[in-house]
């Protein structure tokens, strides 16, 4: 049932003195209208966490549906405590230099955090909102279309990852059509499908994949994949 809730995705960002770090969250929403306030679920064991606890201040940049999986990959499954996430990433510096990520993003929101909720692995937010700029037109990228039509996958850290049901008996194909999946993040290459946003057309297989392809969705290199 809980696959039936729909959700945005969406980067939020924060700083702690001179750090600066963001990552993906599909829990945004608006809590009241007068005034102005979100809230936004994350979980502890991320940089940026640590950061909104620090500094009480975050951004929310609402994704565009033509966002590339390499930046998603990079914000959803990468953490800050590995690379720089925002060194190549376009942004700008908002209220008490927190920074807002511009590239991909629709439109912007920034806020103070006002009050915040213990829920076990996550922490609740609710953010006063002091900022809001609509920086183009487009479509607002969804889970279901990210997780439908992108194909992507949802990390164990997210507020509304469930376990996969693993009781299907694995099928064996050829290996043409077999199916590989990243060791990393869980993506899946479908021979039939092939990558068409990094020009890979449908129908080549795995092993006919340039030895320097990765993972659309977090970097990984091919050596990185597993059979299906
Ligand atoms: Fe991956």
């Known amino acids: 049932m809980f696959h039936l809730l729909s959700y945005g995705l969406y980067v939020i960002a924060s700083k702690s003195a001179k750090k600066i770090n963001g990552c993906i969250v599909n829990t945004v929403f608006q809590v009241t209208a007068f005034p102005p306030r979100i809230a936004v679920s994350v979980n502890k064991e991320n940089l940026t966490h640590e950061y909104i606890t620090k500094s009480g201040v ?101 507020a509304t990852y469930t376990a996969p049901i693993s009781d299907v008996a694995p099928v064996i194909k050829d290996s043409a059509s077999q199916e590989y999946q990243c060791d990393v993040c869980g993506w899946v290459y479908n021979p039939a499908v092939g990558d068409p946003e990094n020009e890979i057309p449908p129908g080549t297989s795995f092993t006919d994949l340039p030895d320097d392809w990765t993972c659309p969705l977090c970097g990984a290199s091919k050596s990185q994949f597993s059979p299906k």
């Open 58 to 158: 975050f951004s929310v940049s609402i994704l565009s549906e033509d966002t590339p999986m390499k930046f998603i990959g990079l914000f959803g499954f990468q953490s800050g405590r590995d690379v720089d996430k925002l060194c190549d990433v376009k942004l700008i510096k908002g209220i008490e230099d927190c920074p807002v990520i511009t590239e991909n993003s629709l439109g912007i929101l920034e806020a103070k955090v006002i009050n915040q909720v213990d829920i076990g692995t996550h922490t609740l937010f609710v953010g006063e909102v002091m900022h809001g700029k609509r920086l183009r037109e487009g479509k607002p990228l969804t889970y279901e279309y990210y997780q439908q039509v992108k194909q992507g996958k949802t990390p164990k850290r997210a």
